[in-house]
């Protein structure tokens, strides 16, 4: 039943950050203002041509299809648990989902409030106002984190009864399924395959680590451990995210020819993950594996 709601809420980042999405990109389509950087046109232009504006549509775009491709997986994971007509795949589609659960719950409803804060940010001083609707998003977007569980109630779930029940087992499991997808990435030999087999290999490595540090120091230094459980879980939703942007790229490609604009998108939206949020693994990794300290340093009367 947990799963199910937490699941469910999961799904609910996802909605609001898609609906804030698509509202930004029309008002970036109609709003006049300021000339090109690059000196393209000598009058004022929409914004959605502005580089910065850009930034932040694709940042809203790349999270949500991100979160979206993972719930997707795990859904597929749930189903096969449920129907597969094997009780060993059925078990390990059951641990699988149930490793992502807290990921999709926890990841896609914190990203739903940077998103529909984008959304906010491309509106100007009008998506400040009830008008546009866009601070009603942003709203929305923030109750999502504390329904069903707070963030800090799915990342300690993670690694309580995720990560260290079966001493890491599911989590290595599902690196080297990441690892499969970056040795096909690796095959392509374009620019955007090759930048986001990079960055993939990168946080597979981020998380290879924070996995092994969770593992070797719960019992031994258990603040430290938690202490790192929020980053833990983003870095999961950002690796778990790129890696099926990874598998989407693949399957783009191999169909091109059937629409050239949509998969074209799509790759161009994978290798803005890659290099603007994928990127962020490394940062995640240290904040768990050398944070711990300084999260703990100060008694509760220094506070």
């Given at each position: 039943?947990?799963?199910?709601?937490?699941?469910?809420?999961?799904?609910?980042?996802?909605?609001?950050?898609?609906?804030?999405?698509?509202?930004?990109?029309?008002?970036?389509?109609?709003?006049?203002?300021?000339?090109?950087?690059?000196?393209?046109?000598?009058?004022?232009?929409?914004?959605?041509?502005?580089?910065?504006?850009?930034?932040?549509?694709?940042?809203?775009?790349?999270?949500?299809?991100?979160?979206r491709a993972v719930a997707y997986v795990a859904a597929?994971?749930?189903?096969?648990?449920?129907?597969?007509?094997?009780?060993?795949?059925?078990?390990?589609?059951?641990?699988?989902?149930?490793?992502?659960?807290?990921?999709?719950?926890?990841?896609?409803?914190?990203?739903?409030?940077?998103?529909?804060?984008?959304?906010?940010?491309?509106?100007?001083?009008?998506?400040?106002i009830e008008e546009t609707g866009a601070a009603q998003?942003?709203?929305?977007?923030?109750?999502?984190?504390?329904?069903?569980?707070?963030?800090?109630?799915?990342?300690?779930?993670?690694?309580?009864?995720?990560?260290?029940?079966?001493?890491?087992?599911?989590?290595?499991?599902?690196?080297?399924?990441?690892?499969?997808?970056?040795?096909?990435?690796?095959?392509?030999?374009?620019?955007?395959?090759?930048?986001?087999?990079?960055?993939?290999?990168?946080?597979?490595?981020?998380?290879?680590?924070?996995?092994?540090?969770?593992?070797?120091?719960?019992?031994?230094?258990?603040?430290?451990?938690?202490?790192?459980?929020?980053?833990?879980?983003?870095?999961?939703?950002?690796?778990?995210?790129?890696?099926?942007?990874?598998?989407?790229?693949?399957?783009?490609?191999?169909?091109?020819?059937?629409?050239?604009?949509?998969?074209?998108?799509?790759?161009?939206?994978?290798?803005?993950?890659?290099?603007?949020?994928?990127?962020?693994?490394?940062?995640?990794?240290?904040?768990?594996?050398?944070?711990?300290?300084?999260?703990?340093?100060?008694?509760?009367?220094?506070?």
């Amino acid at each position: 039943m947990m799963n199910s709601a937490r699941f469910s809420v999961g799904m609910q980042g996802i909605a609001v950050s898609e609906r804030a999405y698509q509202q930004a990109v029309g008002f970036a389509r109609e709003r006049v203002q300021s000339r090109p950087v690059d000196g393209s046109a000598r009058a004022a232009v929409t914004i959605i041509h502005h580089p910065d504006v850009k930034r932040m549509l694709m940042t809203m775009r790349a999270l949500t299809e991100g979160a979206r491709a993972v719930a997707y997986v795990a859904a597929a994971a749930s189903d096969a648990a449920h129907q597969h007509p094997d009780e060993a795949v059925r078990r390990q589609n059951q641990a699988f989902y149930e490793f992502l659960v807290p990921v999709v719950k926890g990841w896609s409803t914190e990203l739903s409030i940077d998103v529909t804060s984008l959304g906010v940010q491309v509106h100007g001083g009008m998506g400040f106002i009830e008008e546009t609707g866009a601070a009603q998003h942003y709203r929305d977007a923030r109750i999502l984190p504390i329904y069903e569980g707070t963030t800090a109630i799915q990342a300690n779930d993670l690694i309580g009864r995720k990560t260290l029940r079966d001493g890491g087992a599911v989590a290595r499991a599902i690196c080297a399924q990441i690892a499969e997808t970056e040795a096909a990435l690796g095959k392509h030999g374009c620019t955007a395959f090759t930048a986001v087999q990079a960055q993939l290999a990168k946080g597979r490595a981020a998380l290879e680590d924070v996995v092994a540090f969770v593992v070797a120091n719960a019992k031994s230094d258990p603040n430290a451990v938690f202490a790192g459980s929020v980053p833990y879980l983003k870095l999961c939703g950002i690796v778990f995210s790129g890696w099926q942007f990874g598998r989407a790229m693949l399957a783009a490609d191999a169909k091109r020819a059937e629409d050239p604009a949509f998969h074209d998108a799509k790759i161009a939206t994978a290798h803005f993950f890659a290099e603007h949020i994928l990127s962020q693994a490394s940062a995640l990794r240290d904040a768990v594996v050398s944070g711990g300290a300084p999260v703990n340093a100060l008694t509760a009367e220094q506070f």
